[in-house]
Structure formats: structure tokens, C-alpha cells
């Protein structure tokens, strides 16, 4: 072999060796990436999550997937409700069981809540779990463990393995209710909900229209009060 093909193989050698060295440390980068993606996603899937608090939900009278109260009452009353809202869940602990035991049992009023989920990712992810909970007759047992698990805005409280725990500890058909949640089966109604709030003014949360009346916690009762005087003869 003369001394230039001895310089070419030597050459090809080195070029080969300098290829294999490139393809090692670009293997070994994606796996380093890979590992830096995935381990995390791994170790949080699988730490333990905070503990769910139970509670005894709300009885409420002639409940019908998201409204309750007797569909001939006189006075409707809609709500508007983000699941995250701090406000909203002053309402259901103070509020509430009046609605409930003073309006809706009595026939005065058909109340129907409408998620409309503003604040954050973990809004959506909860009006979805909630719909999905619907499906199996659920929704208000939702509703009530959704706010007494609330905590500080998009923080997690609804992510995904919570939402699950919260539907095991309501006894729901754990495969009907992640086939229904994976698949999103309820996204479009909760952005549609979105949709119909905004189109009718609502900037806030817990909004109410009372018989069309748009008006906010402080002047629920006041407001229902006066209709019903229009419509129920004095004593």
C-alpha cells in the first residue's frame, strides 16, 4: 500500500470515528433531554397528592342535572360560576342552604348553575369533571366537593389525578367517568358556557339573573324577595 493510500485509509478511518463519536453524543443528549422531560413527569404522577376532603353535599329538591327546584316555581334563577372563584365558594357556604331550603324547597324558586370558567386551566378541567359527573346524576355532589376543595387560584386543586379522587370518593363508575374526561367529551359545552356569559354581560363571578335581572350575591335574596311580592298575594 503506498504512503497516499495509507494517508486516504487513515483519513476514512478518522472520519468514521469522528461520525460514530457524533451519533453517541447526540443519542446520549436525547436521552439526557428525554430523561430531564419525562423523569419529572414520572415522579409527579406518582407522588402522593394532597388529601381530598369530603363532605356531605347538599340535599336539594327535584334536582335535574344542573338546576334543582320545581321547574314551575315563579321566580328562575340562574348562576354564574367559576369553581376556582373564592367568592363563589362564600356563596355556597353562606349562602346556599338558604337558596336551597328557603327558595327552592318552598316552590319559589328553579335555580340552574352555569359553569362559566374564566379564571384558569384548572376552571375548565373542573366544569368538565363536573359535566362528566353529570352524566351519572352527580353534578351537585360535584359541585359541593369542587368548592370545599377549593384552594388558591390555578394551583393545581383541580388537576386531573384530584378531580379523579374526588369522583372515586362520590362512589362514581370510575371507567365512565375517565372515559368521559379524557376524551374531553364536554369541552365545547363548557367554552359554549363561556360564550353565553360573556354575550350576556357577566364580568364576575358568582353573577345571578333573576328573572332575567342581573344582579350579584349581595342583592339575591333582596331581588327574588321583591319579585315574589308581584306574584304572591300578601298575608
Known amino acids: 500500500m503506498s504512503k497516499r493510500e495509507e494517508l486516504r485509509e487513515k483519513r476514512r478511518k478518522s472520519q468514521t470515528r469522528n461520525r460514530t463519536i457524533i451519533i453517541v ?4 443528549a436525547v436521552v439526557i433531554i ?29 334536582a335535574n342535572g344542573l338546576s334543582y327546584g320545581s321547574a314551575t316555581a315563579p321566580i328562575k334563577v340562574v348562576e354564574y360560576g367559576d369553581f376556582q372563584c373564592p367568592a363563589c365558594k362564600q356563596y355556597e357556604d353562606t349562602l ?19 359553569p362559566f370558567s374564566f379564571i384558569g386551566a384548572d376552571s375548565v378541567s373542573a366544569a368538565e369533571a363536573a359535566l362528566c359527573a ?9 359541585h359541593d366537593m369542587l368548592y370545599a376543595n377549593q384552594t388558591t387560584e390555578n394551583s393545581g386543586a383541580f ?8 369522583a372515586q370518593s362520590l ?41 332575567d335581572k342581573l344582579v350579584y350575591a349581595d342583592t339575591l335574596f333582596k331581588t327574588i324577595d321583591q319579585d315574589l311580592a308581584t306574584v304572591t298575594p300578601a298575608k
Not at 36 to 51: C, E, G, R
Request: with cysteine; proline share 5%.
Open 96 to 114: 346556599s342552604s338558604t337558596m336551597v331550603n328557603n327558595y327552592a324547597a318552598t316552590g319559589k324558586v328553579y335555580f340552574t348553575f352555569v
Open 159 to 166: 388537576s386531573d389525578r384530584r378531580l379523579s379522587a374526588i
Open 34 to 62: 428525554s430523561g430531564l422531560l419525562i423523569v419529572p413527569q414520572i415522579i409527579a404522577n406518582s407522588a402522593p397528592i394532597t388529601p381530598i376532603t369530603v363532605i356531605t353535599p347538599i340535599t336539594r329538591p327535584d
Open 134 to 142: 353529570n352524566d351519572q346524576g352527580k353534578f351537585w355532589a360535584f
Open 171 to 211: 362512589g362514581l363508575n370510575m371507567s365512565q367517568f375517565n372515559a368521559c374526561y379524557t376524551s374531553h367529551k364536554y369541552q365545547q359545552q363548557v367554552q359554549d358556557d363561556n360564550n353565553q356569559a360573556q354575550t350576556k354581560g357577566v364580568t364576575q363571578t358568582p353573577s345571578f339573573f333573576v328573572n
Open 25 to 28: 453524543a447526540v443519542v446520549a
